[in-house]
């Protein structure tokens, strides 16, 4: 069984807001609640097995996750000691997290939050195409 902590770092990949739903909708935050039900109902049907599949993909997501944020620091430089930096890294890189994402995604058979803004700008800067799962696309 997933921890608690696992849980929400899937819910985070899938780009779910971490919020509990009624507070959020009193706060006028969208919380597709039906589309957390299919999240966590499919975390509850994981089979064993597959569970260290899961846990592999959160580590490549957070990996990722990080190298994003790693390479803001070196967009302030294109060229150091004759060695150019990569123009479009952090693009690069957000589609490759967005990759990994919908391997997540289709282990669990859960579709990305259609609110969300991350995987929404992506496809907008064309740099990962539609972001879709299952049945379920989010444009």
């Not at 790693?70 to 693009?91: N, Y």
């Amino acid at each position: 069984m997933l921890s608690p902590a696992e849980r929400v770092r899937v819910k985070y990949h899938l780009g779910y807001p971490l919020l509990s739903a009624v507070p959020a909708l009193n706060a006028g935050i969208p919380v597709s609640t039906p589309m957390l039900s299919i999240v966590d109902l499919a975390m509850n049907s994981l089979l064993p097995d597959g569970e260290p599949m899961v846990r592999e993909q959160i580590a490549r997501c957070d990996q990722l996750d990080q190298a994003i944020i790693d390479a803001q620091i070196r967009m302030q430089v294109s060229k150091v000691d004759g060695v150019e930096m990569r123009e479009h890294e952090t693009d690069l890189l957000d589609v490759e997290y967005a990759r990994q994402a919908a391997r997540l995604s289709d282990i669990l058979h859960a579709p990305f939050y259609p609110f969300s803004t991350r995987y929404r700008s992506m496809q907008q800067l064309g740099l990962g195409g539609r972001v879709q799962t299952g049945m379920i696309g989010v444009a």
